[in-house]
């Protein structure tokens, strides 16, 4: 079953923080996070492993809680730049081994 | 790091014709190689997984005779939209699981 994301889109000024959610029914073996423009590949940010672990880089940070079904992603003092859709990805390893998207996030950020 | 190449960027085709698209990976090899849809504003569904040698695995809903996957060797994975429709344009993009999954380019297809 896919990742819900919330919220679906948010528009923000530029230097404004958001703030960017992927729960799960089940728990996660892992979650990636990336950014997507318009008409190009996703670009991979971060992947979280362990229960409670938080990452980032720059303003861009991700935590993942203890039971592992729910991710978020943090952006502070966000630019232009940070303009495009988020998802988060996870695998599926019970039966079929695959790896899916959540449902994404519409992100703009404005001047 | 890990590239996967793949073509055609966009490709125009008529309704009722088939196309095919690649996805190469470069120095290394994917056992495995999973196809996406994406239709616009919507997130990235996946279709089936390849795998070299075995059949590919379609998900749920996903017509097996209507998109052809073969993984012939380590390198290459195709695509193959048979019969293509206008309901059938979108974005198919690749990904190999290596370095946090790797992308394709993506191919914008537009069936008129």
């Known amino acids: 079953q896919q990742p819900v994301q919330s919220p679906q889109a948010v528009i923000l000024r530029e230097g404004e923080d958001a703030v960017i959610n992927c729960s799960s029914s089940?728990?996660?073996?892992?979650v990636h996070w990336y950014r997507q423009k318009h008409g190009e590949a996703p670009v991979f940010l971060m992947i979280?492993?362990?229960?409670?672990e938080q990452k980032g880089h720059e303003k861009i940070s991700a935590s993942f809680n203890e039971k592992k079904q729910q991710s978020s992603l943090y952006l502070t003092a966000s630019q232009l730049s940070y303009s495009g859709t988020y998802f988060c990805g996870t695998e599926r390893t019970s039966g079929t081994y695959k790896y899916i998207f959540g449902t994404g996030t519409r992100l703009k950020v404005l001047a | 790091g890990a590239v996967v190449s793949q073509h055609p960027s966009w490709v125009i085709c008529k309704s009722g014709t088939s196309v095919k698209i690649e996805c190469r990976s470069l120095d290394f090899q994917a056992t495995t190689m999973f196809w996406y849809r994406q239709f616009p504003k919507q997130s990235l569904m996946l279709m089936a997984t390849?795998?070299?040698?075995?059949?590919?695995?379609?998900e749920q809903g996903v017509e097996k005779d209507k998109f052809l996957i073969n993984h012939a060797s380590l390198t290459l994975s195709t695509l193959t939209v048979t019969s293509a429709h206008p309901e059938d344009s979108s974005f198919y993009i690749c990904s190999a699981p290596l370095g946090g999954y790797t992308f394709g380019s993506g191919t914008r297809l537009t069936v008129v």
């Open positions: 089940k728990a996660l073996y892992s």
């Open positions: 979280l492993l362990k229960g409670g």
């Open positions: 390849s795998n070299e040698g075995s059949k590919a695995t379609y």
